[in-house]
C-alpha cells in the first residue's frame, strides 16, 4: 500500500547547525503535506505545512521543500537549539473531507550544546 | 497547550479490567480521531468521527470501543486487552475544511 517513510532515523547536529530532515512520500496523488514535532511526553505538535501546487513554504526558522518529480519532501530548520530536540513526523493525504494523514514513522532530531 | 485535553495521562491495567480514556476539545472542531502510537511504528489511525459519526473503523479490534457523545467529547473504552496493545494512544480534533490535526498529549497505556 501507500506510505511514507524517512531515510534517517536518527539525526545529530550542533546547535547553531542548520538541520535537514527528509522524507520520501508513494503516493503521487497526495495533495496536502504536513510536519510535526514531537516532544518526549507530549502529543504531536504541527510545525509547517505545504500544498501540492508549492514547492516551498517558510516559516520562523523552519522551511519546507517539495519535489514532486521524486516524491520528497524535506524539512530545514536554521540555527537549530537543544528545544529542537524531538522526533519529526511527516504526513501526507489527499484530503477527503476530514483529515486522512498518513505519517511517516520519525526522525529523532538530537541537538547538542 | 493545544486545545486538547486527555485523561488519564498514564493507565496501568490488567487484561480482564474495563477502562476507558477521554478526551475533550476546545478548539471548536467537528472531528475527532483516535490514533495508537507504539515503539518503532508510524502513528496508526484508529477511529475516525465526523460531525458525531463515525466515519472511519480501521479494523480494530472490538476490544476497543469509541464513543462520541457530542462535537467536544471522544472515549476509547477499553476491554480484556491484551499486552500488546500497551501504547500511547492518541487523540486529535481538526475542522472538517481542514487537514492539519490538532493531538493531545496522549494516554501512555500498559496492559499486564
Known amino acids: 500500500g501507500e506510505s511514507v517513510g524517512l531515510h534517517l532515523p536518527t539525526l545529530s547536529v550542533q546547535e547553531g547547525d542548520n538541520s535537514i530532515i527528509n522524507c520520501a512520500y508513494s503516493n503521487s496523488a497526495s495533495d496536502y503535506f504536513i510536519w510535526y514535532k514531537q516532544e518526549s511526553g507530549k502529543g504531536p505538535q504541527f510545525i509547517i505545512d505545504i500544498r501540492s501546487n508549492m514547492d516551498k513554504r517558510q516559516g520562523q526558522r523552519v522551511t519546507v521543500l517539495l519535489n514532486k518529480t521524486v516524491k520528497h519532501l524535506s524539512l530545514q530548520i536554521a540555527a537549530t537549539q537543544p528545544g529542537d530536540s524531538a522526533v519529526y513526523f511527516c504526513?501526507?493525504?489527499?484530503?477527503?473531507?476530514?483529515?486522512?494523514?498518513?505519517f511517516g514513522k520519525g526522525t529523532m532530531l538530537l541537538v547538542s550544546p | 497547550e493545544t486545545g486538547v485535553t486527555q485523561t488519564p495521562r498514564h493507565l496501568v491495567m490488567g487484561m480482564t479490567n474495563k477502562k476507558s480514556l477521554k478526551c475533550e476539545q476546545h478548539?471548536?472542531?467537528?472531528?475527532m480521531y483516535w490514533y495508537k502510537q507504539s515503539a518503532k511504528k508510524p502513528l496508526e489511525l484508529m477511529f475516525v468521527y465526523s460531525l458525531e459519526e463515525r466515519v472511519e473503523n480501521n479494523s480494530v479490534p472490538s476490544r476497543f470501543s469509541p464513543e462520541c457523545p457530542n462535537s467536544s467529547h471522544l472515549f476509547l473504552h477499553l476491554h480484556t486487552l491484551q499486552p500488546e496493545d500497551s501504547a500511547l494512544y492518541l487523540c486529535a480534533s481538526s475542522q472538517d475544511s481542514d487537514e492539519k490535526l490538532f493531538f493531545g498529549s496522549g494516554t501512555q497505556l500498559s496492559v499486564l
Open positions: 478548539l471548536g472542531h467537528n472531528a
Open positions: 504526513a501526507e493525504t489527499l484530503f477527503s473531507g476530514y483529515s486522512t494523514l498518513t
